[in-house]
């Protein structure tokens, strides 16, 4: 969004620059820049509780049920989905507690993608694991202590084989 922004700004510039603006043409030049600018920081960004609840618990769900009927493929592609809730925090979010501690998942999503890439049941359960204790040490350091996550024992995706 913001290199498309960027680029709208770039492009109005030089149309500008290509017709020789004069003052007046400069300045509606800039107050287009600036209505831009207003309509970017306008613009939707979902917050962390909606990619945590939208795009990683249930990916973080599906996850477990795939590894645990050992389907890899689609283990493989809910871990992939996974790990892009947690990019989409620190996008999106740059600065905050959440983004700043987001990567202390990756090594346990890594160790996962290792374990589906051997097809070791035992490894993915015992990473997946970790990476549920992992989601809970970063609740903790958020102060989102009260957000306690589980390995899931049961599947509500009564519409999806796994």
Not at 29 to 39: I, W
Request: glycine share 6%.
């Amino acid at each position: 969004m913001k290199r498309l922004s960027v680029l709208i700004i770039l492009f109005s510039l030089l149309l500008g620059i290509m017709f020789g603006c004069n003052q007046s043409s400069g300045d509606r030049v800039a107050s287009q820049v600036d209505s831009l600018k207003k309509q970017l920081k306008a613009a939707y960004v979902p917050g962390t509780g909606e990619i945590m609840n939208g795009i990683v618990q249930p990916h973080h769900y599906k996850l477990w049920l795939a590894g645990s009927h050992q389907n890899w493929a689609l283990a493989e592609y809910e871990r992939h989905q996974l790990l892009g809730g947690f990019k989409r925090i620190e996008k999106y979010h740059k600065g905050t507690p959440e983004a700043n501690a987001a990567p202390m998942i990756y090594p346990e999503i890594n160790a996962i993608e290792k374990a589906i890439h051997a097809k070791n049941a035992t490894a993915f359960k015992d990473h997946f694991i970790l990476l549920t204790n992992a989601c809970n040490t970063c609740h903790q350091a958020t102060h989102y202590e009260f957000n306690i996550i589980t390995v899931p024992n049961t599947s509500s995706y009564g519409n999806q084989q796994f």
